[in-house]
């Protein structure tokens, strides 16, 4: 039940810190207002995903959360490496805290149009899913 384990579910852009980006820079703050959408447009600088808390409710301990971002087809130009999907593992989060799951243009390369899929999961429980759009500027 995601009311039971996720709240102050947020959603959108991060805008602070993307004024004076620099490719690479991965400065972009994840505090601040948070401008509400779901359509992003492809920028070096810009960051969008999700703010939430994690409930006390069902928990045992501080768990460890499965992150998944399921991406455009991207393409590492120094490395030649297809990336469609990243992992992490994120252990002991820690609960009635607030958790940040956000994707930053940082490179080039990674402008790439299309859906992008934010999904976060305890053990085989999907906790939290969200879908943004990113267009081409």
């Not at 991207?74 to 799951?101: A, C, R």
């Amino acid at each position: 039940d995601e009311k039971r384990t996720i709240y102050d579910f947020e959603y959108g852009i991060f805008n602070r810190g993307a004024e004076n980006y620099e490719e690479g820079d991965k400065s972009v703050s994840s505090t601040g207002e948070l401008e509400k959408t779901t359509v992003v447009k492809a920028k070096l600088g810009t960051k969008f995903g999700v703010r939430y808390w994690l409930s006390r409710a069902g928990f045992i301990g501080e768990p460890t959360l499965h992150l998944i971002y399921h991406v455009p087809t991207m393409i590492n130009p120094s490395t030649g490496e297809f990336v469609d999907k990243i992992e992490i593992l994120q252990p002991e989060s820690k609960l009635d805290y607030q958790h940040v799951m956000a994707f930053e243009f940082a490179h080039q390369y990674e402008l790439v149009p299309g859906e992008y899929r934010l999904y976060v999961f305890f053990e085989n429980q999907k906790l939290l899913e969200k879908t943004f759009q990113v267009e081409l500027q």
